[in-house]
């Protein structure tokens, strides 16, 4: 008991007088002190400490030739410290004030990534992925050849994928609250805005469903038309998917369209 009394009053003290000189490089030190002291903490993985110099140095460095690597190392310790937002704003800025510098192309795909990481979850608000979005276009288009254009292309797969989900979703929660006009609109916007969606088949579906909810509901003088604009999204869904799972409910809907409009003839 008494050694690890001593031991924990020893590393206490240590880290005390670790602390202070620490403090003192930040208020007293050289530019070069710091940027070796940088250096070796970012080399070590230390980054909260690594950090906190950096953001000095890259002030005080600027036009000088350690400035560009301090720059790039600053902008992997705010990475590093899951400041995502933080690391993609400097990411992009370094790639945009030195775009000559060896680190330019790999600072504009982090910048992209970082948005990427702070993407949303489907079922909240999706400007984060429509940002993210944005800077892989901006990258793929700057650096055409780059190696990392195929990952690039399957991360905006992947956010594109979590838009058409979100936009799905939403349809389909016209069609279960009973805004069935507004459910076909939305549907047919995922069709439009994602012509490849996975969603089509079930999009196509509902809009048939809605529309015939929405012909059910209607007053007499407006059912026929709308019983018929039903019967057409039945062809339209029979045609492009003749062997789907939901074709017999979907015939089922259109025995009791033909139904309706019979009674209304």
Same mark, same amino acid.
């Given at each position: 008991?008494k050694f690890?009394?001593n031991f924990?009053?020893?590393a206490?003290?240590l880290t005390?007088v670790?602390?202070?000189e620490y403090?003192?490089?930040l208020?007293?030190g ?11 903490y970012y080399d ?5 400490k ?6 000095q140095?890259?002030v005080?460095?600027?036009g000088?030739?350690p ?10 310790c ?6 995502y937002?933080?690391?993609?704003y ?5 790639a945009?004030t ?16 970082c948005?990427y990481?702070?993407s949303a979850?489907t ?5 984060s992925t429509?940002?993210?979005?944005k800077e892989?276009q901006?990258?793929v288009?700057?650096?055409p050849?780059s190696e990392k =254009?195929k990952q690039? %292309?399957d !991360?905006? *797969?992947?956010?594109r994928f $979590?838009l ?8 389909l929660?016209?069609y279960?609250i ?6 076909? =609109?939305?549907?047919? %916007?995922? !069709?439009k *805005?994602?012509p490849?969606t $996975?969603y ?11 529309e015939?909810?929405?012909a059910?509901g209607?007053i007499d ?10 019967t057409?999204a039945?062809n339209?869904f ?6 789907s799972?939901?074709l017999?409910e979907?015939?089922t809907?259109?025995?009791k369209?033909t ?7």
């Amino acid at each position: 008991m008494k050694f690890w009394r001593n031991f924990v009053l020893i590393a206490l003290i240590l880290t005390g007088v670790s602390c202070s000189e620490y403090d003192k490089l930040l208020k007293d030190g050289t530019a070069q002190q710091r940027l070796n002291a940088a250096n070796e903490y970012y080399d070590k993985g230390n980054y909260f400490k690594a950090l906190q110099l950096y953001d000095q140095l890259i002030v005080e460095l600027r036009g000088l030739p350690p400035y560009e690597e301090a720059f790039y190392r600053y902008c992997w310790c705010n990475y590093q410290q899951e400041q995502y937002l933080m690391a993609a704003y400097y990411f992009k800025n370094l790639a945009k004030t030195l775009p000559n510098s060896k680190f330019a192309e790999e600072s504009l795909f982090m910048a992209a990534y970082c948005q990427y990481l702070e993407s949303a979850e489907t079922p909240l608000d999706q400007s984060s992925t429509d940002d993210a979005l944005k800077e892989f276009q901006l990258f793929v288009n700057k650096y055409p050849n780059s190696e990392k =254009v195929k990952q690039c %292309n399957d !991360l905006m *797969d992947e956010l594109r994928f $979590k838009l058409e989900t979100k936009d799905f979703n939403t349809a389909l929660l016209y069609y279960k609250i009973e805004e069935y006009k507004a459910a076909v =609109v939305a549907m047919q %916007n995922v !069709l439009k *805005d994602y012509p490849a969606t $996975k969603y089509r088949e079930q999009a196509m579906f509902y809009i048939l469903k809605a529309e015939y909810s929405y012909a059910a509901g209607s007053i007499d003088s407006k059912k026929k038309e709308r019983f018929a604009q039903a019967t057409k999204a039945f062809n339209t869904f029979k045609t492009q998917y003749p062997q789907s799972t939901y074709l017999r409910e979907a015939e089922t809907i259109n025995q009791k369209i033909t139904l309706q409009l019979s009674k209304l003839k």
